[in-house]
């Protein structure tokens, strides 16, 4: 089935050692996403990428970097984690386009601690 | 800029009964508008949508209706089921030249056998 894959589901750093999570789609989407979610609060967004096109939000720390090398595949580097960026991340892919095609394709999350 | 305002949780219920979770929204344009659901431990999944006025989206027994006059786009369903435990976010997609979706803080879903 085609579908939004993230790896790992857990993942454990320490306080400022770098980490990086990916995340690989299968639907051939234009559109990859990367959000972070806090408990018991909406997706913020950080950053996406139409083809090869990078949009950061505004308010993204300058912490969080991402690479698209090719259609299928996106990371998420954090360089310095620290324990404020505890989360859980989801990637998500949409074809783009008009906003009728703009439905959001989720991968089940990569829930990141910080020790 | 554009928002979305849902109802806040835990919403507690038994099975069977009727389950209303509003959701308003404010947009400059003409957005699409979607539910999505999120079970535990996982990611978000969409649940239905709505792309003009007075359109109804539904799903699985769920149902929400396109209100532009009023702003809104409640979700409703006739009979939950302890299977619908979960958060559902009300959200919308803004108007042409954009693709990213806005999130409402999300609502959750407990359903007591």
């Known amino acids: 089935d085609a579908m939004v894959i993230q790896n790992p589901r857990y993942q454990v750093t320490q306080f400022g050692k770098p980490v990086t999570l990916s995340c690989s789609q299968t639907?051939?989407?234009?559109?990859m996403y990367w959000y972070q979610q806090k408990s018991s609060q909406a997706p913020k967004l950080l950053f996406h990428y139409y083809d090869k096109d990078f949009n950061n939000e505004a308010d993204t720390p300058d912490n969080f970097q991402s690479r698209r090398p090719n259609t299928s595949f996106c990371f998420l580097d954090i360089r310095s984690p620290g324990l404020g960026d505890a989360a859980m991340y989801l990637c998500?892919?949409?074809?783009?386009?008009?906003?009728?095609?703009?439905?959001?394709?989720f991968g089940a999350g990569t829930r990141l601690s910080v020790l | 800029g554009d928002s979305v305002t849902q109802m806040e949780g835990p919403v507690t219920l038994s099975e069977e009964a009727f389950l209303t979770i509003n959701c308003t929204y404010t947009a400059t344009g003409y957005p699409s508008l979607f539910w999505y659901v999120q079970y535990p431990g996982e990611g978000l999944q969409l649940l239905l949508k709505?792309?003009?006025?007075?359109d109804k989206g539904s799903n699985k027994g769920f149902e929400a209706t396109y209100r532009k006059e009023t702003t809104s786009f409640h979700l409703e369903k006739g009979s939950v089921q302890v299977s619908d435990s979960a958060v559902y976010f009300c959200?919308?997609?803004?108007?042409?030249?954009?693709?990213?979706?806005?999130f409402g803080a999300g609502t959750r879903l407990f359903v007591k056998a």
């Open positions: 639907l051939n989407h234009n559109v």
């Open positions: 709505a792309t003009k006025a007075d």
């Open positions: 959200a919308l997609s803004e108007d042409t030249g954009g693709f990213k979706t806005i």
């Open positions: 998500a892919t949409s074809r783009g386009g008009d906003r009728t095609k703009n439905i959001q394709y």
